[in-house]
């Protein structure tokens, strides 16, 4: 493995989590964060989402949702999803507090505000080591269908970014291959830490 890669969302449970179990999976050193204030998961109407503190176990999450609405949550998805969370880490955690996890080369996000934010607060630490990294936006809807194409797309994005030597050569010609193939926009910046 040539490079280091995290995986962002704004709750740390759906997109970057599907992206996370994928990578991992293929042998990829990933890791995965959300950049909200909390976790938030559907719930029984749009005004009253289940909302948790990021480091809250997915276990929790699933045996407090499997109590108060077994037929909801697994008809909606919630439950296989923290079922398979659960299969890959502990916890969801907080990108901005993710300093002591160490440096990314890549860092790979599924909505703009949340690509905003991880630029922002890289741009806002100290930066002694000016290694670079590869932040990028795919954009990708917040449900499991979409999620499970984005996390397949990422891997894809990954691949072929660890195939090479070096990104910073070859990124505009990935991005180029990448767009073009899957008639999708990424949109990336260079960060450093």
Not at 4 to 18: D, F, H, I, K, L
Request: aromatic content about 8%.
């Amino acid at each position: 493995m040539r490079f280091r890669y995290a995986m962002v969302c704004s709750s740390n449970q759906n997109r970057s989590m599907e992206a996370h179990n994928l990578l991992k999976r293929q042998g990829l050193d990933v890791a995965s964060y959300g950049t909200g204030s909390h976790v938030k998961l559907p719930g029984p109407s749009l005004r009253e989402p289940n909302v948790y503190d990021f480091g809250t176990p997915y276990k929790q999450m699933f045996d407090e949702l499997r109590r108060k609405d077994p037929e909801l949550y697994k008809r909606n998805g919630i439950l296989q999803m923290l079922k398979r969370n659960l299969s890959v880490k502990l916890a969801p955690q907080r990108w901005q507090d993710n300093a002591g996890d160490g440096v990314f080369d890549v860092v790979m996000t599924f909505e703009e505000k949340v690509f905003d934010s991880v630029l922002e607060d890289l741009n806002n630490r100290e930066q002694p080591l000016m290694k670079t990294a590869l932040v990028m936006n795919l954009e990708v809807k917040d449900n499991h269908e979409e999620a499970a194409i984005g996390g397949r797309l990422a891997l894809e994005l990954c691949q072929e970014i660890e195939g090479n030597e070096s990104w910073e050569d070859t990124i505009d010609d990935i991005v180029a291959g990448f767009e073009k193939q899957h008639r999708r926009k990424l949109v990336y910046s260079i960060s450093f830490y």
